[in-house]
């Protein structure tokens, strides 16, 4: 079995010096080779060949090679007869030169420069006795580079954990220095000290991966004993042997997995207090960046109170922004005022929009946009039923130009066109018509009455989605594909049905129609086919006035709305792109997933939003002010230039998962930012220094991929999922133990965040075990009952159970309890929630939205608002699609984020969840987690 240079293993070489190179010396005296027999007598060469310990004199009459006449000196020594003759030193050559035996004598090669060259007709008795002492030369004045590099990589190993980028240092090194000592150095009569190191360099190039990470736990293995009452202490807990093992681990780049009560804070402050007290940093090295100002003093007081120093700079990434712009600028920069104020960015965006409005192309594409693509419509077909739509329609509080609430995105469209181009018309208007003929039907749509005689009659009223009452003409919309395929919710056959009738019935009366279908409207084509239709029929449209269609949006307030979709849509592109993205490059991103519709929207969305985009720009930079994203945007261009060098050796982030691109970026260009502008090492020390002082900084982020929740805002979970892709080589560890949540809401909690495959595949174990179900599903079964009734019943339950607890424990004790919803409108008010408390006096209950939840924790957490619709969990809410493609790229998987926020808010509770089920409007995620496969009890509440 090979030895492994470990450093449990292998002794550290003897110190190595210019005057020392060897234990064993070797004689320095020189010694001669003659010319053979042939050389003498026909050959311009007319002396020997001298060895000596500087290297090798040529015989006299040897004429350099070109490529060797800079290097060859004249030498001048005693043992020289004739003049003076040419020598080249041992360090010029690659390896030991080397003989070849010939017919006319034998043939001295040598490389230089890796050029093989060579001296003919050596004698053959010289050359074979002294080959060997020629290598032996050689290799006494290279061992110190051999010996140096050698002792250097164990060192390295030793003393710090062995990253990527150490080890491609290393192995560049070895494979350039492997070659000048194998494989004759195996067999050579070298002395002791060589040999050994030799042997070391062979082990050092044929490292295998298993080897690799055999020296890499050995050194985490080595590091936790020497630290081990470290470990025990710097917390109120021992930590556990992965928290203490990602607190060691210190590749180039790394992630830490920590579940949610896994206890990554006490990690992040393990980890900087390790560094320092195992001499790998100075406080002042290390950079520990959190997301939210609360956030980043939480973690600057827990370093001062953990480990007693206030010079670790915690710091949020704007502030970050803000050191590294003042460092290069050479003053702070001054922040807009609208950094605090959304309301007054939004006036100011609605005040440059209505200046562009005087320009009339600027008008007219505002005015297509706003009623064609301001609401972002779902697929008739996506829908399973009837009150799914309703439901839709009703949140997403879609209505027309003139304000009227309408039964299908496509009759908007429909009504803001009539609107637009000056027709009047009635929405929804009611047909009167006689009967059709005794026994005749037609749909369930129709009123029917039952006639004198018993006989079935149709005398009633039908409805026509539209009606022109100047021109007498109808207009009907039929939700059918081009197969003629209607929705699932649909009875096909009765639906067909009624368009017979109600053609039949605008034949028999001579009523005009216009009919649009479903699939004009999926492809974009509606308003194209209503027009068509409009002028077969040659009825005349006056299109309103522009002024009027505007002052008509002021009224309703939809130009405020806007104004503060395009704020938004600035706030993003600078986020998300720091400005670097045309329309073009931003189309090229949606390719492939983009509707027709989602193409048109994009294109005029970004239309609307350069001119103002432009002045918001002008505006800062003639301030002189910076906003929030210019604070990382400005701090990248400065770090990716070079402008700005990073002090910091160590840098950590903290809730990893919610990192955006462009801070991401900002965080890499940091990383590769060297430490070369640190003290630098002293003369003595470079050579040992050399492999350390090439590293990018270390970085340590500490994320969770089942807690990213925040795509709204910019945070791409790929960065996540896809660490390494994008930070290169790095080392994952995962926090699997968590001290929140007992096992049973914890397999709940897993089995159904873990559907998504693209998420990163873990367990998380719970040091609390249940003997009964911890996640509760409540529903009434009465349909009057409210909400509120099923949360007393709740409330009601947690009280019993923390009587029965404080008998237990023979203690009184208070409970906290988080009253948690998707949206914050759909939590108690601050009186209800007084009345609460003064209720369940037992119980400390506080409501949240899930979000603002997320790194907090309850004994109990009570889950509202869990129904269908664009405000409900899963919330249906539809993005415009130029924001959709600003944003990051949205997973495949079905509510995958809203899957996660579900996650989070089970994972909030200690000891158990409720969930407060509407049976009128339940959520999909309601109905997954009552399947039999779930660990959840169903309580139904009378």
Partial sequence: MRSKVSPSLTATPPEVNSSNHNTHPIHTTSFAIQLSW?????????????????????????????????????????????????????????????????????????????????????????????????????????????????????????????????????????????????????????????????????????????????????????????????????????????????????????????GAGTGKTSVMVARAGYLLTSEQARPEEILLLAYGKKAATEMDERIKDKLGIDNIKTSTFHSLGLTIISHVEGKQPSLSAWVNDQEAKTQWVQAKMERQLLNARYCQQLIKYVSEFYYQPKNTFEFTAQSEVDQYLRSADICTLKGERVSDVAHMHIANWLFLNGFEYHYQATYEFGALGKGKRVSSNYHHKSGADGANSVVGVIKADFYLPVTNVYIDY?????????????????????????????????????????????????????KRGVVKMQLDSVPIDDEAVLNMMRQSGRLTKLAGLLSQFITVFKSTCQGKLTLEKILNRVAGNATKTDIQHIRLAFSLLRPIYQQYQKHLSQHGQIDF??????????????????????????????????????????????????AQPERAQLERAQLERAQPASLFCVGDDWQAIYRFSGADVSLTTGFSQYFGPSSQSILDQTFRFNDRIGNTATQFVSQNPEQINKEIRSLSKADKPSVSMLFSEVNTKSIDFLLHKALADIHIQMRGRGRARHTTQVSTVYILGRFWFQLPDKETLKKLNQQYSDLQIRSLSIHAAKGKEADYAILTGMTQGQHGFPASKISSPLLEALLPVEEEFPNAEERRLLYVALTRAKHKVYILADRNQPSSFVSELMEPTFDVEIVKCA
């Fill in 38 to 258: 042939f050389g003498r007598l026909f050959s311009s060469l007319q002396s020997e060949l001298m060895i000596d310990e500087h290297g090798i004199v040529f015989p006299d009459g040897f004429v350099p090679p070109n490529a060797l006449k800079a290097l060859a000196v004249k030498d001048s020594s005693k043992a020289e007869v004739k003049g003076k003759r040419h020598r080249l030193l041992w360090q010029h050559f690659d390896v030991p030169p080397v003989f070849e035996w010939r017919w006319l004598g034998a043939t001295l090669i040598y490389r230089v420069d890796g050029v093989l060259h060579e001296l003919h007709f050596i004698g053959y008795r010289d050359s074979r006795a002294l080959a060997g002492q020629i290598k032996s030369q050689w290799a006494h004045y290279h061992q110190k580079r051999l010996l140096t590099l050698v002792s250097n990589v164990e060192n390295t190993i030793q003393a710090r954990y062995l990253r990527h980028s150490r080890l491609q240092a290393i192995q560049l090194r070895v494979a350039k220095e492997y070659p000048r000592w194998m494989p004759w150095a195996q067999s050579s009569p070298l002395s002791h000290t060589i040999r050994d190191a030799v042997a070391k360099l062979n082990v050092m190039h044929n490292w295998s991966e298993t080897d690799i990470a055999e020296l890499r736990e050995c050194f985490i293995q080595n590091q936790l004993r020497l630290y081990r009452h470290y470990f025990d202490t710097v917390e109120s807990n021992p930590m556990t042997e992965k928290q203490r093992r990602a607190s060691v681990i210190d590749d180039d780049s790394n992630l830490l997995l920590a």
């Fill in 478 to 530: 039929y939700a059918i594909d081009e197969n003629g395929d209607t929705p699932i919710y649909k009875d096909k056959h009765h639906f067909e049905q009624m368009m017979q009738s109600k053609r039949e019935l605008y034949r028999q009366r001579g009523s005009r129609c216009i009919e649009l279908f479903y699939h004009q409207y999926a492809k974009g084509r509606l308003n194209h086919a209503l």
């Fill in 629 to 678: 994203e210019d604070m990382v945007g400005k701090a990248i261009h400065y770090v990716e230039q070079n402008k700005f060098i990073a002090p910091w050796r160590y840098i950590m982030v903290d809730e990893f998962q919610d990192i955006s691109e462009p801070r991401a970026r900002l965080v890499r260009a940091l990383r590769d930012s060297t430490w070369l502008n640190s």
